[in-house]
């Protein structure tokens, strides 16, 4: 009869042991596990930070606001820092790199709130697409034009619809 030692608790307990998994019955409940696997010992855990995402967060010491994570994201945190103030509601912290896990100073820009921040991201990847913010890639025809090649549309970012002249007049 197999018996076994908890790594957690050290009580010894019999557990059938399955013939598929070569593995050894390392902990006698849910809780033990639960227990062993925190803090250091976690898989995401790295040197008193979680990475999530690749967003690094951070644990907060006295932070009690109810209903909240006492862990807060560590770009959010930095940015708080330089504004010497709580961060407004909706603002949103956006990595200029793109690279989550870069926290920092140059490479963080508070926006007001979303909608900008997807504005930011627009451009950039109007930047990627076509090297200039005065080109813009056809949705239908795929070829990169100058924006004066575009029709007029006030509801999108930039003012410009999804196609060009050309391709509206066909489409329609």
Known sequence: MPTHICE?????????????HDRPIRFCSRRCYGLAIKGE???????????????????????????LSPRLMEHRLIAQRALSKPLPALAVVHHVNGVRGDNSSGNLVLCQDTKYHRLLHAR????????????????????VKPTEAFCRAPDKWDGLRYCCKECDKTWR
């Open 124 to 143: 950039a990847r109007r930047l990627r697409q076509t090297g200039s913010l005065d080109l813009k890639k056809c949705g239908h025809c795929h070829t």
């Open 41 to 67: 010992k976690h898989h995401r855990y790295a040197s008193g930070t979680h990475i999530i995402d690749g967003y690094i967060t951070k644990a907060v010491v006295n932070y009690s606001e109810p209903g």
């Open 8 to 20: 957690q608790c050290g009580v010894t307990f019999w557990r059938r042991t399955r013939m598929e």
